[in-house]
């Protein structure tokens, strides 16, 4: 590294490292870049602060989490076959119950723990674990003196409050720290140990002897087998244990020894090195260098999983284009605290004929694409957002790749639906508190790990978890639903895997397990190549249906969409599947009189559109409700009836379902009516008549389906995760920024208190501003620029930033100094009176 000594600080470690390496560790850990540090000494006091550290902790695999653990057990620093044997263990491991893993089944010296005990395998990992650890700058260090940064080991070290994931207990000098000296010296003498003059030397003696295999080996020789049992029961964590006033002799022998020191009147624990020592030098129990592999459970044809995954992604566009024209004319309405009712969660699915999970999912899903949100309204009610009729208008493949890619990238989560938040309140669908920032990552890394298997394998879903445990086994907090996930998924990263999956499976994005081609494509290539793929797999929309005289009309397939919207005002779906079935009845026929069609319209639509002659019982039905519709004029008075026919008028008046309508007789044409004009025609219609309402110019109002929109809304914007990754160009500029800002910190700058006018005087502290009067800033930059010497400067911006900067100064005029700017690689103009100080480098300082 062009280093002749090794460093002694994380700063001078990363100010070491090539730029390509610290553009590294600001792309692994872009919570560094927020702001820009202004030098290395910044880079490294961020980088080892406790939320920065908990995050890279976060990020790292199962190996490069255990590998730091046993780092934070070793001694501080550690050499690299220290820390090799933690993993590994000495490769004395006999198993009876002296040397390391007892001899009862509480120590676990099972078959899994013998897979996870590879020492070849552990040792060809360790280099790629280090390599990662020190990318993120949790350690440093040349392999003789690895250390872990300080805080790091805070976190991963054990201790009473914070118990270590190795199972280890603390070491002896920590837990005989305050014990008395003469404590201390009746331990020895029981161990069979030279008393010592002083407690330092005394703990010294006694780690010595638990570290020394041989004698160690020795003392256990001499110990009860009742005594072996107990520490067979805490080897392997946790190492404290609850004993009475008076212990029983296992215990007091254990006890008398140090091998069970006091950390409590009622409290005692295993030393560390005691634990290693039974241990074999393991760390772990179960080392895991390797990745769990995910596992096959069915492999099929990829031609039958492509047509399964395209059938459900049709079905997904049709649920959520079924879904949209039901909230047509405006959806339910928002509940107070955001999102939707039970009520109408249970009224949408019922609509819908799915589960309520699943139809919160397909209302997240609209939403989370853009085509649903609230209209705004004083009454507030979702209803279509304008994007959706242009969605509407996509070919099916498009529909789909638009819904899939907005699923992919939402933060929200519907599996929570149903659920409670921290404070016991129930999560509803379209709610406030579903955004969960591990989605999108979860989500992707499932897919990922899919598309790694061959075309058609269908993975096992609990070798899917194990291995999104395995790559960030620290994240992923609890958050269990009521009635409790099932078991090994209480974490919230294996819920939404699990969540993930059988979404995958609703919206087509794998078919019978197996991830399609289309998504494959959809992930690799992009949504274009992902849309081609699928569309050879969709039905084409068909033209016709089958009418039958049950007045009933028989869709064979996906309708094209003037005629599914114009069969949907003219009919009722009965029942849907693999064919659609569509019911006419008077109500529907009026609905479509009432849209503006008339008899003879319907009759030329049904003729055309129908592959078997129309049924005389249908057209006798069009034909009869037709001559009833608009038979009858509803207007405004507060509301009136007006009919040619007096008779009818008299039928209606001594009618008594009539009676709440509270009609009267204007004229022998015309009744008076006490309720407003919705009502009468919907009383009226409820009696059975046909009536059409009318302007007040006397014209038939004709009532189209609502189409209920939005104001223009872009979809949810995803609740991120941490900072983003920054791009190049980003890290670049910024790696510049810390290399220039650290030279200003850090170059030599000449003493110009008299004494010695060509020495250097050392670097000022990090952040510290040079500081001089304006006469002799301006003194010393004219003569910086007539020497081509280059200087130290303090710098404040208009927003008030103060940074360092080495400049190389050309001209001094007009109150501005131009200067080529070492700090940003290029000629800027600084206004003096916005220039803290000035200092004259040593010589060498830019050479």
Same mark, same amino acid.
């Given at each position: ?15 070491? =490292? ?98 996870? @005990? ?153 030393? =560390?090195?005691?634990?290693? @020592? #039974? ?20 492999? %099929? ?7 399964? $995954? ?104 519907? !599996? ?55 790559? =960030? ?34 919206? !087509? ?73 569509? %019911? ?78 509270? #009609? ?20 009226? =219609? ?5 009536? $059409? ?97 280059? #200087? ?9 930033? $103060? ?45």
């Amino acid at each position: 590294m062009g280093m002749t000594t090794p460093p002694r600080t994380l700063a001078e470690a990363l100010r070491a =490292r090539d730029d390509e390496s610290l553009a590294g560790l600001l792309r692994a850990r872009p919570d560094l870049l927020n702001p820009v540090p202004g030098d290395i000494t910044q880079l490294a006091t961020r980088a080892g602060t406790r939320a920065s550290v908990v995050r890279a902790l976060e990020h790292l695999d199962k190996f490069a989490l255990q590998t730091a653990e046993a780092l934070a057990v070793a001694p501080d620093p550690a050499p690299y076959e220290t820390l090799l044997g933690l993993l590994t263990g000495d490769g004395d491991d006999t198993g009876d119950g002296r040397d390391g893993t007892g001899g009862t089944g509480s120590t676990g010296s099972t078959g899994e723990n013998d897979g996870g @005990h590879d020492g070849a395998v552990i040792t060809d990992a360790l280099p790629g674990a280090l390599a990662t650890l020190r990318e993120q700058a949790l350690v440093w260090g040349e392999d003789d003196r690895l250390r872990l940064v300080r805080t790091a080991r805070e976190l991963l070290a054990p201790s009473p409050q914070h118990p270590s994931p190795t199972g280890l207990g603390p070491t002896v000098a920590e837990a005989t720290s305050g014990m008395s000296p003469g404590r201390i010296q009746e331990i020895l003498a029981a161990a069979g140990l030279p008393a010592t003059h002083d407690p330092v030397s005394a703990v010294a003696s006694l780690a010595g002897l638990f570290t020394d295999r041989a004698r160690m080996a020795e003392l256990l020789d001499t110990a009860p087998a009742e005594a072996l049992s107990v520490l067979d029961r805490l080897v392997w964590g946790p190492p404290y244990g609850e004993i009475t006033p008076n212990p029983t002799p296992p215990v007091r022998w254990l006890r008398d020894r140090g091998l069970l020191l006091p950390v409590s009147t009622r409290t005692v624990v295993l030393p =560390r090195e005691a634990a290693l @020592h #039974l241990r074999a030098g393991r760390a772990h129990r179960v080392p895991e260098p390797r990745p769990p592999a995910v596992e096959a459970v069915a492999r %099929r044809d990829p031609q039958a999983v492509d047509s399964a $995954a395209a059938g459900q992604a049709f079905l997904a566009v049709s649920t959520v284009e079924e879904l949209l024209k039901n909230w047509n004319g405006g959806g339910p309405p928002i509940l107070r605290a955001g999102g939707l009712s039970v009520r109408d969660l249970k009224r949408t699915a019922a609509a819908l004929e799915v589960p309520e999970p699943v139809a919160a999912f397909w209302a997240e899903t609209a939403y989370a694409a853009g085509l649903l949100a609230s209209d705004g309204e004083a009454d507030e009610r979702y209803a279509p957002t304008p994007a959706y009729d242009d969605w509407a208008e996509l070919p099916a493949q498009e529909r789909w790749v638009a819904l899939a890619t907005a699923w992919l990238a939402a933060t929200r989560t519907p !599996g929570l639906v149903g659920g409670q938040d921290a404070k016991g309140r129930a999560l509803s669908a379209l709610g406030p508190e579903l955004d969960r920032s591990a989605a999108p990552e979860v989500r992707h890394r499932v897919l990922a790990l899919l598309a790694a298997l061959e075309p058609g394998t269908a993975p096992d879903p609990e070798t899917v978890l194990a291995r999104l445990r395995w790559e =960030r086994p620290l994240r992923g907090a609890a958050s269990a639903a009521p009635g409790g996930p099932p078991e090994g998924t209480s974490d919230l990263r294996s819920r939404i895997a699990l969540w993930t999956l059988n979404e995958s499976e609703l919206l !087509g994005i794998t078919g019978r397990g197996a991830l399609a081609a289309h998504t494959r494509a959809l992930l690799g290539s992009g949504p274009a190549e992902a849309a081609a793929r699928l569309a050879p797999l969709i039905p084409e929309p068909l033209d016709h249906v089958l009418l039958q005289a049950d007045l009933t009309a028989v869709a064979p397939g996906p309708l094209e969409r003037p005629l599914a919207d114009m069969l949907s005002a003219l009919a009722d779906i009965e029942s849907k599947g693999g064919a659609t079935v569509y %019911r006419f009845t008077p109500g529907s026929v009026r609905r479509a009189l009432d849209a503006g069609q008339s008899a003879a319209d319907l009759h030329a639509f049904l003729a055309a559109h129908s592959r078997t002659p129309v049924p005389q019982p249908l057209s006798y039905l069009i034909d009869d409700v037709a001559r009833r519709h608009g038979h009858l004029r509803i207007g405004a008075a507060s509301s009136y009836v007006r009919c040619d026919d007096e008779a009818v008028l008299n039928e209606i008046l001594a009618d008594r379902r009539s009676a709440t309508l509270r #009609l009267r007789r204007l004229a022998p044409t015309a009744l008076a009516a006490q309720v407003d004009p919705a009502s009468l025609l919907d009383g009226l =219609r409820e009696m059975g008549y046909a009536p $059409a309402a009318e302007s007040a110019d006397g014209d038939v109002l004709i009532t189209r389906a609502g189409a209920r929109r939005t104001p223009p809304r872009t979809p949810p914007v995803p609740v991120p995760e941490g900072p983003p990754v920054p791009d190049g160009t980003l890290l670049g500029a910024a790696v510049r920024a810390i290399r220039a800002g650290d030279t200003a910190a850090t170059v030599a700058r000449k003493d110009t208190s008299g004494t010695s006018g060509t020495s250097a005087a050392p670097a000022a502290p990090s952040g510290s501003l040079p500081r001089t009067t304006s006469a002799e800033t301006l003194a010393t930059v004219q003569a910086a620029a007539m020497t081509g010497s280059a #200087l130290w400067i303090g710098y404040v911006n208009a927003d008030g930033a $103060a940074s360092q900067r080495v400049i190389a100064p050309v001209r001094v005029e007009g109150g501005f100094v131009t200067a080529y700017d070492h700090t940003a690689d290029e000629i800027r103009t600084y206004p003096l009176h916005r220039i803290t100080g000035v200092a004259e480098l040593a010589d060498d300082a830019t050479a």
